[in-house]
Nanobody
Framework: QVQLVESGGGLVQAGGSLRLSCAAS????????MNWYRQAPGKQRELVAA???????NYADSVKGRFTISRDNAKNTVYLQMNSLKPEDTAVYCC?????????????WGQGTQVTVSS
């Protein structure tokens, strides 16, 4: 079984920064993609950023230039550095781990961490 544990959320003023972490444990295939999603009240879940085990990254247009995703493969941990935060970044942020093993897709989620940006 795989577990994802997020940390680092909280309350911050607009223009501030937060760093989210997500540590994965369990039986994880070493070729995988780790993602950060967010969901604000009344809105659909949105992919914020993604990073492959090879280090390729992808960002939502709304966070490009402000957020940086990174990972430590030795620790099976992914980070999301969030700078220049805006009130519209307020959401529950969830970590997601995806990999394919022997033709089967494995998809795991963390419990989420609240990020609140005050104006």
């Amino acid at each position: 079984q795989v577990q994802l544990v997020e940390s680092g959320g909280g309350l911050v003023q607009a223009g501030g920064s937060l760093r989210l972490s997500c540590a994965a444990s369990g039986m994880i295939f070493n070729i995988n993609t780790m993602n950060w999603y967010r969901q604000a009240p009344g809105k659909q879940r949105e992919l914020v950023a993604a990073i492959t085990s090879g280090g390729s990254t992808n960002y939502a247009d709304s966070v490009k230039g402000r957020f940086t995703i990174s990972r430590d493969n030795a620790k099976n941990t992914v980070y999301l550095q969030m700078n220049s935060l805006k009130p519209e970044d307020t959401a529950v942020y969830c970590c997601n781990l995806v990999f394919v093993r022997v033709g089967a897709l494995y998809d795991y989620w963390g419990q989420g961490t609240q990020v609140t940006v005050s104006s």
